[in-house]
Structures are given as structure tokens and as C-alpha cells.
């Protein structure tokens, strides 16, 4: 498959290129294919208080998550073709941690070109704190309906969508997104029912949708390099963008109106301020 093998070029390349920077002289390790297996991963909710800290670890592939999941806190498959990304759940006293098998960067991996490694989870409606690390992939994530009291994504090269088609049952505290030259696409933010959202970039194309409507009041906080940002807001809500950086060009269509280095759409709903710093790109702001 193209993207599996592109993803993991990516990231063959940039783990060769970091270690050349610091000066490291890391050992090769090839990992070879196999046998392509399917797990079942089921994970019951752990007893004690909530929300419960839910970390998921990737490495390379695919990792698919949306609602489903019926009594436990996740389920779902992992289909494998490489015995080092079998699947390992560790339990701790706060919550659960589930990682792509012992891909840890003690050497520089050399994969094959028909790896495959895909992850395709449903969560429980547990109130959870959902931390999502991930290295270059493809992520496919639908969120709504969930209980998440926190948000915290980080990954490297990347293609990721992120939708909230329903609210979230949960009031959340911060959504958080760290990613390097990547393709992101959070969709339905309205509905994440969130007060502080921070994303970081590097060099990539981003997209932060915020849909028709606004659940409660927040504050975004984007940072980003050289990028492409699209930034889609609800007329009916008031909504403040305050530019600063090196930006090449700002475009706005629909309702906006501008004001020095400020854009605003005057709806009388909840209220979002958005700070967005910009080395150097473009910059768009629209509406539904």
C-alpha cells in the first residue's frame, strides 16, 4: 500500500536526520514482516474513580478510534505483520496504557515497504483523559458522543482528521495538538466542548473547523511555521482572530470584518478568541 509505504520512508528519514544532528551513532535494526495477525483488544474499565487516563502509544500505520464500545473502556482489533508491533496494555493505578509493541528509538528501524501495522479501537462512554502519541501515520479519529475531560495529541509526520459529529458529554478542560510537518484536519470543534485549545505546527497544511455551532466559551492558541491554516467559525458566534507573525497572506470571506490586525464575526452566541502566530504562509478564515 502507498501510504504505508510513504509513512514509513517519513519516518525513516527523519529519525535518520535527528540522529545525524545530535552527533549519535545509532545501531540499524531491520524489522522484518511475517504473518499478518489480528488481536482482539479489549480493555474493561478499571475500578475506581473517573475520568480514567487513557494513553495510546503508536508508532507506524494506521490507528483508527470512534464511539462504540458498549461495558469496557476500549475494544477493538490490531492487525500486525510485524511480531515487534504486537499490541502491550500496561495498567496503572490512574488508568491504561496501550502501545504499539516495544517501538522504542534505541535503533534506526529499516521497514519494509508492505509493513502493516493498523489499529481500529472503539472507546467506552467512561469519562476518560484521552493522550494520543503517534509517530508518522495515518490517523482516522471520530470523537463525538465521547466523555473526554482532556484532549492530548502529539504526533510527527502525519495525516490526521479529527471530527466531533456530536457534543461531548464532558466539559474539557484543554485540547491540545503538537505535530511536525503534517496534513491535520480538526473538524467539528464546536462540538469538543472545550475552554483552551493549543495547537502547534511545524511546516504543513492545518485545518481548525469549528462548525455551526459553539457549545460554551474558549480560547485557541495556534502556532505554526511555515504553513497553509484554514480556520472555519460559526457566524452566529463572537469571534475575535488576533494576527501576528510573518504571515505571506490573510483572506476572509463570509462575515468576517477586519480591524487593524484583528478579524471578527459579530454573532451574539458564545464567544471564541483565537491567537494565532505564523512564521511565514497563508492564513484562512471562513465561514460554514
Not at 483523559?129 to 465521547?146: F, K
Request: charged residues 20%.
Amino acid at each position: 500500500m502507498k501510504t504505508k509505504a510513504l509513512l514509513a520512508i517519513v519516518l525513516v528519514l527523519s529519525l535518520a536526520a535527528m540522529a545525524c544532528r545530535v552527533n549519535i551513532d545509532l545501531p540499524e535494526i531491520e524489522y522484518r514482516t511475517s504473518a499478518t495477525v489480528t488481536e482482539q483488544v479489549q480493555v474493561p474499565v478499571p475500578e475506581g474513580s473517573t475520568p480514567v487516563d487513557v494513553s495510546l502509544n503508536f508508532g507506524a500505520g494506521q490507528l483508527n478510534l470512534h464511539p462504540g464500545a458498549e461495558q469496557d473502556l476500549i475494544q477493538g482489533t490490531a492487525t500486525y505483520n510485524v511480531p515487534d508491533f504486537k499490541p502491550r496494555l500496561v495498567t496503572t493505578t490512574s488508568g491504561i496504557e496501550l502501545s504499539s509493541g516495544e517501538f522504542e528509538i534505541n535503533a534506526i528501524p529499516r521497514l519494509a515497504n508492505d509493513i502493516e501495522n493498523k489499529w481500529d479501537l472503539q472507546l467506552g462512554s467512561t469519562p476518560i483523559n484521552l493522550e494520543i502519541n503517534a509517530g508518522a501515520y495515518q490517523g482516522r479519529y471520530e470523537l463525538g458522543g465521547l466523555a473526554l475531560t482532556g484532549l492530548d495529541i502529539s504526533d510527527g509526520a502525519a495525516d490526521v482528521e479529527v471530527n466531533f459529529a456530536e457534543a461531548n458529554l464532558a466539559e474539557m478542560d484543554t485540547l491540545r495538538y503538537s505535530t511536525g510537518a503534517s496534513q491535520v484536519s480538526l473538524t467539528g470543534l464546536g462540538n469538543a466542548n472545550f475552554s483552551d485549545l493549543l495547537f502547534r505546527g511545524g511546516a504543513g497544511n492545518y485545518t481548525l473547523d469549528f462548525g455551526e455551532t459553539l457549545l460554551r466559551d474558549g480560547r485557541v492558541d495556534v502556532e505554526v511555521g511555515i504553513s497553509s491554516l484554514r480556520i472555519v467559525a460559526p457566524e452566529s458566534a463572537n469571534v475575535q482572530v488576533i494576527v501576528s507573525g510573518g504571515l505571506s497572506s490573510v483572506s476572509a470571506s463570509g462575515a468576517w470584518s477586519k480591524v487593524n490586525d484583528e478579524y471578527r464575526l459579530e454573532g451574539s452566541g458564545p464567544s471564541l478568541v483565537i491567537e494565532v502566530s505564523m512564521g511565514a504562509g497563508s492564513l484562512e478564515l471562513r465561514t460554514p
